[in-house]
């Protein structure tokens, strides 16, 4: 894709380094949204027709531990709905073992709490699968096969991660993994025992873990000619963004790297966003990615609707043309992510993106 170079400066929030602007004449806008909670394929349909008028280009469907186990055929016929409404789709990774992104419950820690699971500094396991376990490698081959035989156009892999209060099931002060492949692996690589203090090797031991493993998985996706999408947690400072991203953009098997920085549950203002688009966009370009910015839907307090047209704005201007919105009409259907006023907060981003779509 021809990308034209707008030769101007701009001052990075927070950072003392300057980037160029892009502006992508060529490159076309895609919008999408995740999709999830409605299992009822006659009001899926609905929704996807409505989504498809409204100018959606792709739907992110979750598929999570409880669809896999119970409404695997259903989703394949949500699939299949969605894509004759003229949508790609893209099935996500949602809360699986809680290793990946999200609110559904897992049944793969409550089996494996002892096989499968992380363990603490202190040597306390936590409800989180680990990566380097066996069984949740064999639980991921199989969610992978469900998942590809459905025949999407890719996978979503929903922010990858080791144990941090950063998310829903996160143990506060501590950190992760210790468990007995971990701390053999760690030997074998390093030739000395994995220590009690987070120190720089165990860093990069964790970060090539989460590579590897989502390596594998996104393999078998390569192999049946379909795509990678690997969202990348924004819950670290910009400059540690940057930093730890890197493992993951030398992956031949991602297509697309993605990020959303969801500065209502930070705690902090939504400028701040345009920080982590600028390094998504300037590490896909040198690693030759699509990047894929989620925008913050949900959780908007009333009156503070419109920053989420900036947040829109800043990604745009920073050169990024791939949206995804999370989620459906401002998480209206799920209490305690909806925003205050959804219907507005729904309103205002679909006539942004309706006048950005406007200007290509
Ligand atoms: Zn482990």
Redesign the pocket.
Known sequence: MFAIKVKFQIILFKFNTSVEIYTNANFIMKIGVAYFANRILRHVKADMQKLKRLGFDFVVHTFSEFDFQFHHHNLQDIVKVSQDCGLEVYLDSWGVGNFFGGEPFSDFVTKHYRDGC??LENGEPVFLA????PAFQNYMIEWTQAAIAMNTTGIFWDEPHFNSPDYLKGIKGHW????????QKFHDLYHYDMPLIENEEVHTFKQN?LASFIQQLGRLVKNAAMKNILFLTANLPPQQAEKDWQTFAQMIEIDSLSTGYYWTFAGTKVEDTAAYALILRELCEVSNKEPLYWIQNIKIESGREKEIELAIELVYTSGIRNFALWGFESGVHESWLACDNPQRAWRLTLKKFQQLKAQQ
């Not at 992760?176 to 701390?183: T, V």
């Open positions: 992380q363990v680990c990566p380097n376990s992760s993994c210790r468990c007995s492949f971990c701390q873990s």
